[in-house]
């Protein structure tokens, strides 16, 4: 059987540690992509020379033409640029359109076919633009944020409880922002909810409402230790479980942003919920019950992401189109 062809749109720290990752995984083959001249080829070549003492046998190529992604099984995007200290994700919003709109084209050109998992920030309204400027089918086209959101809630929660990041399942529903929303109702230790882990007094709410807060505020926590730019260890391996998932037919259930057709009373629009991946891409959106209160903010969030749309589609009118 041919080995699966990954293509990473984009090479830099994310691209990078994502073909590092493949490789390691022995998840298929790749080629990365970048429109920097000799960065993916030196990523490429650089993973490739640690082949032999990883034992991995995946071929890394580096290009800059679209033409060397045909056929593609998966592909990674994160083209575009990241956010420094003092910038909101949104702010990168007009710059990075621009990127999806040339991705989306070399996407469908070339890889119509493909499994896509975006990353490129502001990233609901982002995933959003690529669907429409690859015309690929919304099944295909995913946006990676609610893995490496509640992977950090799982982790500062595990570190409160002194527990095993194993035994600590969490998840994080809305749009990859401030106003995203961490389900404290619907996330457990060894299957104990949160709520019954107060009442027990293994923590407090006020102990809680600080981790909320400080997942929220994980992307911007990293860019002010890096300050030359984001995340990008965790966000790799967020997006590599996406991609397993859908090469193996795992049929995980992940939060990832999602297309809704009316799911949650919302249409036409991308964000974060928990589907289902497996070789059918998004085979299914899973429609929790919230409460009130939880209904109320991820109303919120998802207006923060369309009002994201709006401005997508003031800055490329052809957009409301398609
Ligand atoms: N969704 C998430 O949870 C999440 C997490 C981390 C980072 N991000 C986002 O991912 C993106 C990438 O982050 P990074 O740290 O890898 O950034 P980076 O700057 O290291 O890499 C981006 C790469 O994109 C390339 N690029 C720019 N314009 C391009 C174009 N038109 N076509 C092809 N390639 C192009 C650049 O040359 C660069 O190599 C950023 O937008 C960042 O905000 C999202
Ligand atoms: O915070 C960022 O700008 C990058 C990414 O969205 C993250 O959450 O790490």
Known sequence: MARNKIALIGSGMIGGTLAHMIGLKDLGDVVLFDIAEGIPQGKGLDIAQSSPVDGFDSRLTGVNDYAG???????????????????????????????????GAGLKKYAPKAFVICI???????????????????????????????????YFLAEEFKVSVEDVTA?????????????IRYSTVAGIPLPDLIKMGWTSKE???????RTRDGGAEIVGLLKTGSAFYAPAASAISMAEAYLK???????CAAHLSGQYGVKNTYVGV???????????????????AEQKMFDNSVAAVQGLCEACVNIAPHLAAK
């Open 69 to 103: 992604i045909e056929g593609a099984d998966v592909c990674i995007v994160t083209a575009g640029v990241p956010r420094k200290p003092g910038m909101s994700r949104d702010d990168l919003l007009g710059i990075n359109l621009k990127v999806m709109e040339q991705v």
């Open 120 to 154: 490129t920030n502001p990233l609901d309204a982002m995933v959003w633009a690529l669907q429409k400027f690859s015309g690929l089918p919304k099944s295909h086209v995913v946006g990676m944020a609610g893995v490496l959101d509640s992977s950090r809630f799982r």
């Open 171 to 183: 998840f994080v529903l809305g749009g990859h922002g401030d106003s995203m929303v961490p389900m």
């Open 207 to 213: 102990k809680l409402d600080q981790i909320v807060q």
């Open 249 to 255: 037919d795992k049929k995980r259930v992940l939060p």
């Open 274 to 292: 928990p589907v289902v991946i497996g070789a059918g891409g998004v085979e299914r959106v899973i429609e929790i019950d919230l409460s009130k």
